[in-house]
Nanobody, 130 residues
Framework: QVRLIESGGGSVQPGGSLRLSCRASGILLKFYAVGWFRQAPGKDREGILSISSNGEISNSADSVKGRFTISRDNAKNTVYLQMNNMKPEDTGVYYC???????????????????????WGQGTRVAVSS
């Protein structure tokens, strides 16, 4: 059974930091691309950061450049999202996803369309407020 499990969400003040984890079961993340998406209240889901299996290719949303970083720890079968200098606009539910139909080191689909991203976690909530 393939599962992606997000953790690390919570409440933080503006300017603070959080680190989210995406841990996989039933799949070795080192063979697949992984992306982080978020959905703000009343908004559509948007891609924010993604990384290829080999770590050589990445995509990022302009809204998080210079603040968020994606990384892998293959020994722990986990992908992280480090979020620094957080803003109220970062509030939302954060999801990790993987296009697990393709096993290729340099493969990384764009954030849209969402179709290739066919394995999703259940999400973890992040709230940024004073």
């Amino acid at each position: 059974q393939v599962r992606l499990i997000e953790s690390g969400g919570g409440s933080v003040q503006p300017g603070g930091s959080l680190r989210l984890s995406c841990r996989a079961s039933g799949i070795l993340l080192k063979f697949y691309a992984v992306g982080w998406f978020r959905q703000a209240p009343g908004k559509d889901r948007e891609g924010i950061l993604s990384i290829s299996s080999n770590g050589e290719i990445s995509n990022s949303a302009d809204s998080v450049k210079g603040r968020f970083t994606i990384s892998r720890d293959n020994a722990k079968n986990t992908v992280y999202l480090q979020m620094n200098n957080m803003k109220p606009e970062d509030t939302g539910v954060y999801y990790c996803a993987s296009p697990r139909s393709v096993v290729r080191a340099d493969y990384l689909p764009p954030f849209v369309p969402l179709t290739p991203w066919n394995e999703w976690g259940q999400g973890t909530r992040v709230a940024v407020s004073s």
